[in-house]
């Protein structure tokens, strides 16, 4: 792990979304938790080390987000949305065998544990010193919170900044998206941690406001141009560089990450459908 503010922890080697770890006097608050099996339980090892878990914060249901939950102690805190789409996971996905052929036999009685506090607009924990503001600021999913730390000047954003491209959009809200990045640059962080990816400054929100703002003219401009729905599905496509193989693994399935790419693209298709001239 990095230390990337006082006591404030990054973990990227876990396969999935990045983990942070914000040690206090009066134990620790994990946000978001590892992917595969075997990094779960190394990852546990090592919190331990640091302190006591008092909360594990999920900035939303995505499987790469949750899964590892099951091996951390500490109450479980979401917003409530995310406990709803939690309810119908009810078993692990079957491509996830192929990042951790050897820690499935770790899963032996696993389920995802629901957050046990939730939230609608705002939560505040004041833990051991520290003020942790969670934030409901929907885009990336409707559910997606954003963790924020004011003494520190760190934002945690969730997948609505990811370093190196955009996530997919197939749970998104595209506009929602936009007004939330705005809103994350208000907070005044100095260092934003994205969802995948290093960390870095609000330069990286421009980015991705970017990097969206450019798939969304790509597809506006096909379908001005007479494309129909099918044929700009078909086409267009974004760079994806967290679906791929990472340090030697196998990836997810090929035809997965299409599948995303067309619903991802369909997404952005139908909400301009339904806003013209947005």
Same mark, same amino acid.
């Given at each position: 792990?990095?230390?990337?503010?006082?006591?404030?922890? *990054?973990? *990227?080697?876990?396969?999935?979304?990045?983990?942070?770890?914000?040690?206090?006097?009066?134990?620790?608050?994990?946000?978001?938790?590892?992917?595969?099996?075997?990094?779960?339980?190394?990852?546990?090892?090592? %919190?331990d080390e640091l302190g006591e878990t008092r909360y594990v914060v999920h900035t939303d249901h995505h499987p790469d987000h949750v899964i590892?939950?099951?091996? %951390?102690?500490?109450? /479980?805190?979401?917003?409530?949305?995310?406990?709803?789409? #939690?309810?119908?996971?009810?078993?692990?996905?079957?491509?996830?065998?192929?990042?951790?052929?050897?820690?499935? +036999?770790?899963?032996?009685?696993?389920?995802?544990? #629901?957050?046990? =506090?939730?939230?609608?607009?705002?939560?505040?924990?004041? /833990?051991?010193?520290?003020?942790?503001?969670?934030?409901?600021?929907?885009?990336?999913?409707?559910?997606?919170? /954003?963790?924020?730390?004011?003494?520190?000047?760190?934002? =945690?954003? $969730?997948?609505?900044?990811?370093?190196g491209g955009l996530p997919g959009l197939h749970d998104s809200s595209i506009a929602a998206t936009l007004a939330t990045l705005d809103a994350?640059? +208000? *907070? $005044?962080?100095?260092?934003?941690?994205?969802?995948? $990816?290093?960390? $870095?400054?609000?330069? *990286?929100?421009? &980015?991705? &406001?970017?990097?969206?703002? +450019?798939?969304?003219?790509?597809?506006?401009? +096909?379908?001005?141009?007479?494309?129909?729905?099918?044929? =700009?599905?078909?086409?267009?496509?974004?760079?994806?560089?967290?679906?791929?193989?990472?340090?030697?693994d196998a990836g997810y399935p090929p035809e997965m990450v299409e599948e995303w790419q067309r619903l991802s693209i369909g997404t952005v298709?139908?909400? #301009?459908?339904?806003?013209?001239?947005?």
């Amino acid at each position: 792990m990095q230390e990337i503010a006082p006591d404030v922890f *990054l973990e *990227l080697r876990n396969r999935g979304c990045n983990n942070v770890v914000i040690r206090t006097a009066d134990g620790l608050v994990v946000v978001d938790s590892a992917m595969r099996p075997s990094d779960a339980v190394a990852w546990r090892r090592q %919190l331990d080390e640091l302190g006591e878990t008092r909360y594990v914060v999920h900035t939303d249901h995505h499987p790469d987000h949750v899964i590892g939950n099951w091996w %951390l102690s500490g109450t /479980v805190v979401a917003h409530a949305g995310t406990r709803e789409r #939690l309810r119908d996971f009810t078993s692990p996905p079957a491509w996830l065998e192929r990042f951790d052929p050897d820690g499935i +036999a770790l899963m032996r009685g696993w389920h995802v544990r #629901l957050p046990e =506090i939730t939230f609608d607009e705002r939560l505040t924990l004041h /833990v051991g010193g520290v003020t942790v503001e969670l934030i409901h600021m929907p885009g990336h999913t409707l559910n997606t919170a /954003v963790v924020h730390l004011p003494e520190h000047g760190v934002t =945690i954003t $969730g997948d609505h900044v990811c370093n190196g491209g955009l996530p997919g959009l197939h749970d998104s809200s595209i506009a929602a998206t936009l007004a939330t990045l705005d809103a994350i640059q +208000a *907070l $005044g962080a100095q260092v934003i941690v994205p969802g995948h $990816g290093d960390v $870095g400054d609000a330069a *990286l929100i421009a &980015r991705t &406001r970017a990097e969206l703002t +450019a798939l969304v003219d790509a597809v506006r401009t +096909a379908t001005a141009a007479g494309e129909s729905r099918d044929e =700009i599905v078909g086409r267009i496509r974004f760079e994806d560089n967290f679906h791929g193989s990472v340090d030697g693994d196998a990836g997810y399935p090929p035809e997965m990450v299409e599948e995303w790419q067309r619903l991802s693209i369909g997404t952005v298709y139908d909400q #301009l459908a339904a806003a013209p001239g947005s």
